[in-house]
């Protein structure tokens, strides 16, 4: 589906958009996402809030993910089928009768195999679910004390017995509760303390696995110490600090080297890791400096290039 898309871009524009939001859809209902995620989906596709009957049930959601009091269109289907609508003021857009398509053609399969455990997975990490609802699928659940959660793709393998799927900006996330840590991909993990502490957890793992790749597989939020504070409060609609556009200037070849140097205890060390002549990348060292505007070996260039790169990776 990905090679498709990434064709078609070339030949056909709407077209790629079309197979990528079949891509979003088929992700979320393979990995067991809930109805919410899949209203979410929806309003994150189309840029405006979504609506859906499922059943007796009546979902909203807005752009930024939050929940809404949504009211049925006149002249909806009365049937049981589920039922997806987009609250688009200006018209109809390019893609909306495809994502309301494929939202309903979800809703559908996850009505037909519905599972009380993710149902209850997404209420425990759910904010703004009642304590009494989030105490009851706790329960359901048979979790208590310390709970580990475990955010990964939804297309890497998995054995938990606890899990769900949720709609994100960044995509369709894989979220689950214990201690069993995917064999592959990137995963991010976070530990909360207690029930209260769960809905911060899962998002300190969303975090965490946004910032994954091939050298460090498994980022515990914890370990990122007070790094965590900062991925907490960005804004990708801010605009961007120069030091994060130095980063983006880079290939990906030197910010690969980079991540390396600044990882290791010294250039020589970082010469052996990347199989180069010490003299060499003394030399790139130099020469980043110079594109950095600051020295990414000294205690306060680490420091600058730290957070400059965890904000590139999150946006």
């Given amino acids: ?9 070339v030949l056909d524009p709407a077209a790629s958009e ?5 891509a979003y859809f088929d992700s979320l209902v393979a990995g067991g996402a809930g109805a919410e995620s899949v209203v979410r989906a929806a309003a994150i596709l189309s840029g405006v809030p979504a609506g859906a009957r499922v059943g007796s049930r009546l979902i909203g959601v807005d752009v930024d993910g939050a929940r809404t009091a949504p009211r049925e269109p006149e002249g909806a ?22 994502i309301v398509d494929r939202a309903q053609v979800a809703l559908s399969i996850i009505v037909a195999r519905a599972d009380p455990t993710m149902s209850a997975v997404e209420t425990v990490i759910d904010a703004a679910a009642s304590r ?27 054995s938990h017995r606890a899990s769900t ?8 996330v894989w979220i689950g509760l214990g ?17 209260d502490d769960l809905p911060r957890a899962c998002a300190d793992a969303r975090l965490a696995l946004r910032l994954a790749d091939d050298r460090h597989r498994v980022i515990d939020a914890l370990d990122l110490g007070v790094l965590i504070v900062l991925a907490r409060s960005f804004d990708a609609s801010a605009p961007r600090h120069p030091d994060v556009d130095a980063l983006d200037a880079l290939d990906a070849r030197a910010l690969n080297a980079l991540d390396v140097v600044v990882d290791s205890e010294s250039i020589r060390a ?7 002549h010490h003299s060499s990348l003394q030399a790139r060292h130099e020469t980043w400096t110079r594109q950095l505007g600051y020295d990414p070996l000294s205690p306060r260039g680490r420091a600058r290039f730290l957070a400059a790169r965890l904000l590139l990776r999150l946006q």
């Fill in 1 to 9: 589906m990905q090679e498709l898309a990434g064709r078609l871009k």
């Fill in 18 to 22: 079309s197979v990528k939001i079949i």
């Fill in 77 to 98: 289907d009365a049937d049981d089928a589920p039922c997806v609508w987009l609250e688009r003021r200006d018209g109809v857009g390019l893609n909306d009768a495809m």
């Fill in 132 to 158: 009494v609802d989030r105490e009851a699928a706790a329960h359901r659940l048979r979790l208590s004390g310390a709970v580990r959660v475990v955010a990964a793709s939804p297309t890497s393998r998995h």
């Fill in 165 to 172: 799927v949720l709609a994100s900006n960044e995509g369709a």
């Fill in 179 to 195: 201690d069993v840590i995917p064999a592959d991909g990137p995963v991010g993990t976070s530990v909360a303390r207690d029930l």
């Fill in 270 to 276: 970082a010469a052996t890791r990347l199989s180069m």
